[in-house]
T-cell receptor, first 116, second 113 residues
Framework: AQKITQTQPGMFVQEKEAVTLDCTYD???????LFWYKQPSSGEMIFLIY??????QNATEGRYSLNFQKARKSANLVISASQLGDSAMYFC?????????????FGTGTRLQVTL | AAGVIQSPRHLIKEKRETATLKCYPI?????VYWYQQGPGQDPQFLIS???????DKGSIPDRFSAQQFSDYHSELNMSSLELGDSALYFC????????????FGSGTQLSVL
């Protein structure tokens, strides 16, 4: 079974609007972390936001917020006030367990295009 | 703030040649991860090291090997290169003192001709 599912291969949003990128996950481990990364066309992988499974509040980092619904196993990324520079591929990823150097598993990504 | 440094940024090799990719983690980060991202694919985990010891292994071919040195930098050695090895190779680092966050380098784009 897929551990991380991103069902939106591509999304369009108008500049200054908010957009939600979907991510669902599958794990039986009670301790896990959820990540969102941005990958622009230049290729680098930029960390955006992190949510721990025991965190009581939804994570926020500037214009990025994570809508964490534990019972639904979803961790959607919300980008407010979209900018042209937000056009990129966005990956949701999960890290299971608390063991040292536990790896990330990525979803297949959502390509976001911000339009004028 | 210092980030993860990878070198080289681009590398072109012929089939059957060898390649060495280098990764310098963020200072005081003790864990290094290697990922491979094929064109249009999501990153796939290859291998990780914690305190210079291999800690986890993913879908890394036997032709590849890696190690972490005493200064915590890591090298990924790739031998008998194949066309299918053409990909973007990322290194990431993390530290227990910064919680669970992994930070990635800019990647090395390997092209095998």
């Amino acid at each position: 079974a897929q551990k991380i599912t991103q069902t939106q291969p591509g999304m369009f949003v108008q500049e200054k609007e908010a957009v939600t990128l979907d991510c669902t996950y599958d794990t039986s481990d009670p301790s896990y972390g959820l990540f969102w990364y941005k990958q622009p066309s230049s290729g680098e992988m930029i960390f955006l936001i992190y949510q721990g499974s025991y965190d009581q509040q939804n994570a926020t980092e500037g214009r990025y917020s994570l809508n964490f619904q534990k019972a639904r196993k979803s961790a959607n990324l919300v980008i407010s006030a979209s900018q042209l520079g937000d056009s990129a591929m966005y990956f949701c990823a999960m890290r299971e367990g608390t063991g040292t150097a536990s790896k990330l598993t990525f979803g297949t990504g959502t390509r976001l295009q911000v339009t004028l | 703030a210092a980030g993860v440094i990878q070198s080289p940024r681009h590398l072109i090799k012929e089939k059957r040649e060898t390649a060495t990719l280098k990764c310098y983690p963020i200072p005081r980060h003790d864990t290094v991860y290697w990922y491979q991202q094929g064109p249009g694919q999501d990153p796939q985990f290859l291998i990780s090291f914690y305190e210079k010891m291999q800690s986890d292994k993913g879908s890394i071919p036997d032709r590849f090997s890696a190690q972490q040195f005493s200064d915590y930098h890591s090298e990924l050695n790739m031998s008998s290169l194949e066309l299918g090895d053409s990909a973007l190779y990322f290194c990431a680092s993390s530290s227990g003192t910064e919680g669970e966050k992994l930070f990635f380098g800019s990647g090395t784009q390997l092209s095998v001709l």
